[in-house]
Every structure is written in structure tokens, then in C-alpha cells.
């Protein structure tokens, strides 16, 4: 891989995107490479993502405006299609990704973070949808994702003046969850991805599937989504396991994800 770096901590994973001299911008080389890292994660081993941009600068400057401006409309599709698909992927992915925003995140970037799980930033963090300014709309989700995380009236403000905000309103807005100096920021990621990783990997994966597919439908059918997630986790070793070690007053021995 050129552009996206994988490295696999135990349970823990960190994709890096990692392309410094245009800011982390997303081509469709990067894009293709993160499809693929993604498919090669080994979901037996790894519990918990997470996504970061290469540098003290930038998490991801957004799609590649260089070789977005001479696409015709059909390349233009093609290429939304590529982002689209495995953006979806990153947010139906089976486990938790966390995005560790590491600087600008904006356009694509601000996208690609609203397609993980969870979101924590560095100081020096900037978001915005600013394609309102080069003639074009977010396109890889920023229209919906956005309203659904922050509110749609502060979402259409982001989008229609194409301001960008620092990481302290990011906080007080809901985009993220939490700031940190650019040092802290990866030991924290890695230090809820580990807490995520030592609890039941098929409860947490069927949280997920829960909150995702639920969101998307009314509430009763949200209701029988979390029902047949919550029946799925009885019998197996975790959920026995879990419950045994509540009821003999013991530790957990392991989560062995089965
Ligand atoms: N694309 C390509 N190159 C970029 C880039 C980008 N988005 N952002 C930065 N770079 C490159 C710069 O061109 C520069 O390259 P050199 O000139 O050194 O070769 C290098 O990174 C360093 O950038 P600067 O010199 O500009 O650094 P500064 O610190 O001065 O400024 C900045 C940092 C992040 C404020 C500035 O670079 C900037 O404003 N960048 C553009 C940010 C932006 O507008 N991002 C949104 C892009 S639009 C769609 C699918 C997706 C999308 C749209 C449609 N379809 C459905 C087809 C998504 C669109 C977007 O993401």
C-alpha cells in the first residue's frame, strides 16, 4: 500500500491515511487502498479500529480537488461511487472504528469521520463542509450524515455558508466527543479502543448493527432490530461467561468471541 498505512496492536487496529504533501487528500488510488485494507482486516483478531491521518497537520483535507477538477460527469459519479461505498463500509463495518481527527478535517474529511463510530480530536482540529465554495455539494454523505449527528438546523448553517469551525465548538456542537492535545490524542484513541476491545466482541458488534440499522427505520421496527440482536448474543461461551462470572462475584475470565 502507498497511501494507507494498517498496523494491528493485538486486538487493536490503526489505519493511518497517509499521503502528508497534500494534506491527507483523498484520491481514488487512497480510496481503493482503504477498500482493500478494510476488507483485509482480520475480524477473529481485531476488536476495535482506528482511523487517523499521517502528520501533526491534517487528519484528511478532503477529496482530491486536483483530480476532481477535470472529472466529467460520468467520471465524477464514478468516483462519488467509489468514496460512497467504502465510506458505508467503514460505518457497517462489524466493529467500532474510531476517528482520531489529528488536524483538518474537512469535506471528504469531515465525511470519512462521520462514517466512523466515534469521534475524538486533536486541538488543533478544523472541520467544515466547504464545497459549497468550489461548485459542488458534500458528496460523499456530508448532507446526511452531518444533520443526523449534529442537528439539522446547525448542520445546514456548516453547510450553506461552508464555514469551518475549530474543535472546541466541534465539542460543544456533538461532531465530536471529546478534545485533546495532538500528543494525547492517539494514547486516548488506542486507550478506549482497548476498552472497547476487552469487552464482549459479538455484544459490541450487535450494538452497532443495533444502533445503525435502527436508526434508519421507524421505532417499532427498531425495537425487533435490538430484539433478535440482543437474542443472538444467548448461547454463546461470552454471554455465559459474562453472566457466570456476575453471578460467582468473579472477574471475567476472557471474552473469546464465540
Ligand atoms: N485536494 C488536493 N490537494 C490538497 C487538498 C485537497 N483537498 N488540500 C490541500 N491540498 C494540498 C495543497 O494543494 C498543497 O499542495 P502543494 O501546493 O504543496 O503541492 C498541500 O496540500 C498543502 O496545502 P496548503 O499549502 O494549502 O496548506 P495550508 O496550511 O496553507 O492550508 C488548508 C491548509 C487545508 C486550509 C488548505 O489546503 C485547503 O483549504 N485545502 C482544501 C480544503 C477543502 O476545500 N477541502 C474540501 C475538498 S472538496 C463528490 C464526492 C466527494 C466530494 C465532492 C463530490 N462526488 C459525489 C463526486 C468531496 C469534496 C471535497 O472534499
Known amino acids: 500500500m502507498e497511501f494507507v498505512l494498517y498496523e494491528q496492536k493485538g486486538s487493536v487496529a490503526v489505519i493511518t491515511i497517509s499521503r502528508e504533501k497534500a494534506l491527507n487528500a483523498l484520491n481514488s488510488n487512497v480510496l481503493k487502498e482503504l477498500d482493500s485494507v478494510l476488507d483485509g482486516v482480520n475480524l477473529e483478531e481485531v476488536r476495535c479500529l482506528i482511523l487517523t491521518g499521517a502528520g501533526e497537520k491534517s487528519f484528511v483535507a478532503g477529496a482530491d480537488i486536483g483530480e476532481m477538477s477535470s472529472l466529467t460527469k460520468a467520471e465524477g459519479e464514478a468516483f462519488g461511487k467509489i468514496g460512497n461505498d467504502v465510506f458505508r463500509k467503514l460505518e457497517m463495518f462489524p466493529i467500532p472504528v474510531i476517528a482520531a481527527i489529528n488536524g483538518f478535517a474537512l ?3 469531515c465525511e470519512i469521520a462521520m462514517s466512523c463510530d466515534i469521534r475524538i ?6 472541520f467544515g463542509q466547504p464545497e459549497v465554495g468550489l461548485g459542488i455539494t458534500p458528496g460523499f454523505g456530508g448532507t446526511q450524515r452531518l444533520p443526523r449527528i449534529v442537528g439539522v438546523g446547525m448542520a ?15 465539542l460543544r456542537i456533538g461532531l465530536v466527543n471529546a478534545v485533546y492535545t495532538l500528543e494525547e490524542l492517539m494514547p486516548n484513541a488506542e486507550k478506549l479502543a482497548q476498552t472497547i476491545a476487552k469487552n464482549a466482541p459479538i455484544a459490541v458488534r450487535n450494538c452497532k448493527e443495533a444502533i445503525n440499522k435502527g436508526l434508519d427505520v421507524d421505532m417499532d421496527q427498531a425495537i425487533i432490530i435490538e430484539e433478535k440482536l440482543f437474542g443472538n448474543c444467548f448461547e454463546s461461551y461470552d454471554q455465559k461467561e459474562g453472566m457466570a462470572a456476575f453471578l460467582e462475584k468473579r472477574k471475567v475470565e476472557a471474552f473469546l468471541n464465540r
Do not use: F, H, T
Open 107 to 109: 469535506g471528504g474529511g
Open 156 to 170: 445546514k448553517q456548516m453547510i450553506y455558508a461552508g464555514r469551518n469551525i475549530k474543535a472546541d465548538e466541534a
Open 121 to 126: 480530536c486533536s486541538d488543533n482540529a478544523v
